[in-house]
């Protein structure tokens, strides 16, 4: 993540011109409280209707997006900022199709509003029905990231939800482009654009008039680095859930097959190393690092991963690999770069231990042929996903099947894991009576 947002967010009390700042974003929230109305009532076929309208005014608008884009990208260069956060930024042709298409595969999802949770009728003869129903307005806080514009407006817009965007100056060409975009369409389908409003331009300020706009905001996701979302848990006078970051780690046991191990290792590292997925941590147990650790230390550094290491990870590197000695702040660190911290494990119990220690809940995976060992990995580590035999860049909602998602939850209240549709819906109680009081 970028500081702007995350390291330097100013929440003290709100000078003339905050006040003004203050009062234009509850406007902004009182009119995103209006069309969630207009949202609410919507059948499932306006809604898909309106999906696959903005798919294509994305599509249509790629170069004007792109070109935008293009802005960002370059001001971030010039700024400083990370390989691995400046691919979060990036948009080309094709990601910008991959992202259409993920609108389009949102609507053809279930609707989850008016799903029957479940049902009784009570001795008495009442009939009661507890049904999903939209949360209202959705506020995001988020850097960096333009996909997530269009994640959130998808999602929002299928699950009966308005949306508003604080996306950061990082994007903020990319954003006032892409937002434009999807307002246009909304409007052409006979929707409101105040459906998906951004408020990029109020700065700073207008990120903790919606973290304050309680009453008006019905839940606020931030989504990014652990300074952005601490500050917005602990600032917000609005419900939060909260989205973690991601030090997940790989553990190879000792029955694990070497063949499969690496592969795993390397698509959880190296597929894309700026997502909260990717993998920060490895972790060896004792008996499979002579077999295993050379050749994986060789195929990591010829992906151009620095591997920060312990001794014995050091000891079984091959020539020529250089391995960084490792610190408590490696285990602790999502680096979101071509950097791995390495440990050799005595067994699984320590490889546990380790994971307790330092994980972020986010995502844990183990290797292994052991079905015992997995059970164990998996009932004793408490992430939000864990993976047997499998990367971790599979916790995410369009590989899971969710549609894209708004973000990963770490917290256990309403929502773990990746964030799709359901999780956008709150319940209420619907109940059926033929004029019966209460004795």
């Not at 599509?59 to 293009?70: G, K, L, M, R, Y």
């Not at 434009?180 to 951004?198: E, F, K, M, T």
């Amino acid at each position: 993540m970028t500081a702007s947002l995350e390291n330097h967010l100013d929440v003290s009390p709100a000078s003339a011109a905050g006040d003004d700042v203050a009062a234009q974003v509850l406007a902004t929230a009182r009119r995103a409280k209006v069309a969630s109305r207009v949202l609410a009532t919507a059948t499932r076929s306006t809604k898909d209707a309106a999906l696959h309208a903005l798919a294509d005014a994305l599509v249509d608008s790629t170069a004007q997006i792109v070109a935008a884009n293009a802005e960002d990208l370059a001001r971030g260069r010039e700024n400083g900022t990370s390989p691995g956060l400046l691919d979060r930024l990036a948009l080309s042709d094709a990601r910008i199709v991959a992202i259409a298409d993920a609108l389009r595969e949102l609507a053809a999802l279930p609707d989850p509003v008016g799903e029957v949770v479940r049902g009784s009728t009570l001795p008495n003869g009442m009939r009661l029905r507890q049904v999903r129903v939209p949360m209202g307005v959705v506020g995001m806080i988020y850097e960096a990231r333009p996909n997530v514009t269009v994640d959130a407006a998808g999602l929002a817009l299928k699950s009966g939800n308005a949306v508003i965007l604080r996306g950061g100056s990082a994007a903020a060409r990319s954003n006032e482009v892409i937002v434009g975009v999807l307002g246009r369409a909304l409007v052409a389908q006979g929707l409101p654009a105040d459906l998906v409003q951004s408020i990029d331009a109020f700065g700073r300020a207008g990120a903790v008039a919606l973290m304050h706009a309680r009453g008006l905001v019905d839940v606020l996701v931030p989504r990014g680095g652990a300074d952005l979302i601490q500050t917005v848990v602990r600032e917000a006078t609005v419900p939060v859930i909260e989205t973690g970051v991601g030090n997940c780690h790989v553990y190879v046991d000792a029955s694990a097959d070497p063949a499969m191990a690496l592969p795993i290792l390397l698509n959880s590292k190296t597929q894309r190393v700026g997502v909260c997925n990717a993998a920060e941590t490895l972790l060896v147990h004792a008996a499979a690092a002579p077999g295993f650790l050379p050749s994986a230390l060789a195929a990591l550094a010829e992906a151009g991963v620095v591997v920060h290491g312990d001794a014995a990870t050091a000891a079984l590197a091959p020539v020529g690999v250089e391995v960084v000695p490792a610190t408590d702040e490696d285990w602790a660190t999502e680096y979101l770069s071509l950097d791995l911290a390495v440990r050799v494990v005595d067994d699984l119990d320590a490889a546990i231990e380790h994971i307790r220690t330092w994980t972020s809940g986010h995502t844990e995976a183990i290797v292994t042929r052991d079905l015992a060992a997995s059970e164990r990995f998996v009932a004793e580590l408490d992430s939000a996903a864990i993976m047997v035999n499998a990367s971790t860049r599979f916790t995410d909602g369009g590989q899971f099947g969710l549609g894209a998602e708004i973000g990963i939850s770490t917290q256990k209240l309403h929502a773990r894991g990746p964030m799709g549709l359901a999780e956008l819906t709150t319940t209420k109680w619907i109940v059926h009576g033929d004029g019966h009081v209460r004795p």
